[in-house]
């Protein structure tokens, strides 16, 4: 057991600090700090003294260099069992420093509201990791503390042990300790790459998640999952709050990504319905309600049970739509209040609130694990402006097949390859996802569409005079054909095969329009 005796407090969030000065004050402890803290301790009426003063060296380099010194650093460092430690500590006036109250400069805070770069650069911090990993190193005989919602427990602890501290909480602040330095400077790295020129010769990549958010449990029940937030600020469900609804699972949250980053490609209203990570609808609309009955009618069978994403705030009108079916998570940007007291009738219903839309052209990466490796690559945030598209065929499309395609193409953007998307007016009225073959794909997606016009009673089929997109080239004529023969007038497709002539002739052929994105947007 380790009595406190002296401690080192030099912390970024203030929040608590009068409080935990009050108490070691209390205790008898030297409380040695620095600058800002220094003037709460002192506001507080907490006696100090500042390190300048106690190093005997004055804070140089505005600010940079004020905690790098031996009798700092020894005075944390020294093991106090050894002999040898001890001697040489006595030898140059070293005195023992018990408890290191540190948190860093807000870095991550910095980047995030789009401070310049030298303004990040001045925010990365040299002598609080440096305290902070010294102290954790020498656990067994130092405590450090990095957050503020340690310092209730710290003192509840000190004070049912009389001053002292006992083994388990110091290993397990050391742990918290080397945890908080590992995410700080993988924020720093992964900023700093972000700003170089020097692309792919990077040595190794940081991954680190915080702040653990424990899953009902992972794709089925028998597994355990948790949900780690990265150091990426983007909207979404990493940013979201929820509001209701049962506890969150490993699939809920994979499919509420995936329609939410679906639903920000668009401008106005829009709402996509998601099962097993391919939407089953998707619809832009001048009203968010009109938005979700048109995607809902779309496949209404597979909406049953799925996630719905738009990028408006939930109203009370979608709310009373929504409600009509079982729905398992809605997430949405906010929600005003009218539409929260109606959707707490369904208190299964997941919501989540996120506080904002993400935005599709930011840059950033993705990852994923593989057997003793991990994946990385940079966020496909691809768009494709309608002044970038080139007209293949003899004949142009309209300006309703125009935006169409459009829409048909950022829908694609989010469907599992093979991928191929029948749409008209700004609704999806056939989705093929995931197939091997991409005829498959499109036979799938006329039999979706067939099934629409059948729930909408009518003989005509959904896909007459629709428009279809592909995430990438027909490689032979046989696909576009089958789309052909389900009555599109307009295709989207990036371009690229070799047969691209023979699936051109074709299109010339039928008299319907196609244009190339030179883009591809396969999704594994």
């Known amino acids: 057991m380790k009595k406190i005796k002296r401690a080192l407090l030099s912390v970024s969030d203030k929040n608590g600090l009068e409080g935990l000065g009050k108490f070691l004050s209390e205790y008898g402890v030297e409380i040695l700090s620095t600058g800002g803290t220094a003037e709460i301790l002192s506001q507080a009426g907490v006696a100090y003294c500042e390190v300048c003063d106690y190093i005997n060296f004055p804070e140089i380099l505005n600010g940079r260099v004020k905690t790098l010194h031996p009798l700092i650093h020894g005075g944390i460092l020294g093991i106090r069992s050894n002999d040898e430690h001890k001697s040489e500590m006595n030898h140059h006036g070293i005195?023992?420093?018990?408890?290191?109250?540190?948190?860093?400069y807000?870095?991550?805070?910095?980047?995030?509201?789009?401070?310049?770069?030298?303004?990040?650069?001045?925010?990365?911090?040299?002598?609080?990791?440096?305290?902070?990993?010294?102290?954790?190193?020498?656990?067994?005989?130092?405590?450090?503390?990095?957050?503020?919602?340690?310092y209730q427990t710290f003192m509840k602890t000190m004070e049912d042990n009389n001053g002292s501290v006992p083994p388990d909480l110091r290993k397990s602040l050391a742990v918290k300790a080397f945890e908080s330095t590992a995410s700080y400077d993988a924020a720093i790295s992964n900023?700093?790459?972000?700003?170089?020129?020097?692309?792919g010769t990077e040595k190794s990549f940081?991954?680190?998640?915080?702040?653990?958010?424990?899953?009902?449990?992972?794709?089925?029940?028998?597994?355990?999952?948790?949900?780690?937030?990265?150091?990426?600020?983007?909207?979404?469900?990493?940013?979201?709050?929820?509001?209701?609804?049962?506890?969150?699972s490993y699939n809920n949250l994979i499919d509420s990504d995936a329609a939410y980053e679906l639903v920000a490609e668009f401008d106005d209203p829009a709402v996509a319905i998601i099962k097993h990570s391919n939407p089953s609808g998707v619809a832009i609309n001048q009203t968010l309600v009109e938005a979700y009955s048109r995607a809902n009618a779309c496949?209404?069978?597979?909406?049953?049970?799925?996630?719905?994403?738009?990028?408006?705030?939930?109203?009370k009108q979608v709310v009373e739509e929504i409600s009509k079916i079982f729905t398992e998570v809605i997430i949405a940007p906010d929600a005003d209040q009218d539409a929260l007291e109606m959707i707490q009738r369904k208190k299964?219903?997941?919501v989540l609130l996120t506080g904002g839309v993400p935005d599709v052209k930011q840059e950033g990466f993705v990852s994923r694990t593989l057997a003793g490796g991990l994946l990385?690559?940079?966020r496909d945030n691809g768009v494709i402006a309608e002044s970038e598209l080139k007209v293949v065929t003899q004949r142009a499309p309209t300006k309703n097949e125009m935006q169409d395609l459009i829409f048909a193409w950022r829908v694609c953007k989010h469907?599992?390859?093979?991928?191929?998307?029948?749409?008209?007016?700004?609704?999806?009225?056939?989705?093929?996802a995931g197939q091997m073959s991409r005829i498959d794909s499109v036979r799938i997606a006329r039999l979706k569409a067939e099934e629409v016009a059948n729930n909408l009673g009518v003989s005509i089929p959904a896909t007459r005079k629709s428009v279809v997109a592909s995430d990438a080239f027909f490689p032979f004529p046989d696909g576009l054909v089958s789309a052909i023969e389900a009555g599109v007038t307009a295709a989207i497709q990036p371009g690229g095969s070799i047969k691209d002539e023979e699936v051109i002739a074709a299109a010339d052929k039928a008299g319907i329009a196609m244009v190339f994105t030179g883009m591809r947007h396969f999704r594994h």
């Not at 496949?299 to 109203?315: E, I, K, Q, Y």
Request: charged content about 20%.
């Open 95 to 104: 005195d023992e420093i018990d408890l290191v109250v540190v948190n860093l």
């Open 415 to 432: 469907v599992k390859s093979n991928a191929i998307v029948f749409a008209k007016n700004n609704v999806t009225t056939g989705i093929g």
């Open 106 to 150: 807000p870095f991550k805070q910095t980047v995030a509201d789009g401070f310049p770069f030298s303004d990040c650069i001045e925010q990365i911090d040299i002598g609080g990791p440096s305290m902070i990993r010294s102290a954790a190193k020498n656990h067994s005989d130092v405590a450090v503390i990095v957050d503020p919602k340690d």
């Open 376 to 378: 990385v690559q940079s």
């Open 191 to 199: 900023w700093l790459r972000t700003q170089s020129d020097s692309s």
């Open 348 to 350: 299964n219903v997941r």
């Open 299 to 315: 496949d209404p069978l597979s909406a049953f049970g799925g996630v719905v994403a738009m990028n408006r705030p939930l109203n």
């Open 206 to 248: 940081n991954l680190y998640g915080e702040n653990p958010i424990s899953l009902r449990y992972g794709e089925n029940p028998h597994q355990d999952a948790v949900f780690y937030l990265t150091n990426e600020i983007r909207f979404g469900v990493a940013s979201a709050k929820q509001i209701q609804g049962k506890e969150l």
